[in-house]
């Protein structure tokens, strides 16, 4: 299986921020790599795919880049709505697999 | 509106068996993936499995393989998660989702449904 990992596993930011979560893979692949926000007590929300690709209704404050084994999240201006926890998934090769999360809060 | 419904709460003993549902409107079932992904209690996402309904091609987790039957209805535009004996260690919320490559991620998800294994 592929194994993923990111950094940092937390973080405390405040509104206006820009923060950016990396996640790095246990073995190379294309842009086969998502990113899912999720609010707590609700389901995940596709952020990213193919690495850099916005979903239709994803603000433009979300970017996405990377190749190989380390890809970034990034959120250029945080608002309210982003405190929440961000999940990368590879979807190279099944099992497909998730990392273990970075959790954003509040200052 | 593309939409997916899972079925409701349940609460089962060890050793009893269950099946979920997923119920999906909006699209034609039989064109896109439907994933199943389980988040036990405090933790994180665990992909789970994956069905492509037109002909029930299906891939496992390895880490689950034998422990879960994923399946789906094209008649009744429905996906199952099946267990035939729960254990304690299977309480989770479990998410369906929609994935229209496979590979480009899960853009629609239900709503969840809540296992509870305990005797």
């Known amino acids: 299986d592929i194994q993923m990992t990111q950094s940092p596993s937390s973080l405390s930011a405040s509104v206006g921020d820009s923060v950016t979560i990396t996640c790095r893979a246990s073995?190379?692949?294309?842009?086969?790599l998502n990113w899912y926000q999720q609010r707590p007590g609700k389901a995940p929300k596709l952020l990213i795919y193919?690495?850099?690709s916005l979903p239709s209704g994803v603000p433009s404050r979300f970017s996405g880049s990377g190749s190989g084994t380390e890809f970034t999240l990034t959120i250029s201006s945080l608002q309210p709505d982003d405190f929440a926890t961000y999940y990368c998934e590879q979807a190279y090769i099944h099992p497909f697999t998730f990392g273990p999360g970075t959790k954003v809060d509040f200052k | 509106e593309v939409q997916l419904v899972q079925s409701g709460a349940e609460v089962k003993k060890p050793g009893e068996s269950l099946k979920i549902s997923c119920k999906v409107s909006g699209y034609r079932f039989s064109a896109f993936w439907i994933a199943w992904v389980r988040q036990m209690p405090g933790k994180g996402l665990e992909w789970m499995g994956i069905?492509?309904?037109?002909?029930?091609?299906?891939r496992y987790s390895p880490s689950l393989q034998g422990q879960v039957t994923i399946s789906a209805d094209k008649s009744r535009s429905t996906a199952y998660l099946q267990w035939s004996s729960l254990k304690a260690s299977d309480t989770a919320i479990y998410y369906c989702?929609?994935?229209?490559?496979?590979?480009?991620?899960?853009?629609?998800w239900g709503q969840g449904t809540t296992v509870t294994v305990s005797s």
């Open positions: 069905v492509y309904p037109d002909d029930s091609d299906t």
């Open positions: 193919a690495a850099s």
């Open positions: 989702a929609r994935s229209p490559s496979g590979f480009y991620g899960m853009d629609v």
């Open positions: 073995q190379t692949f294309n842009d086969y």
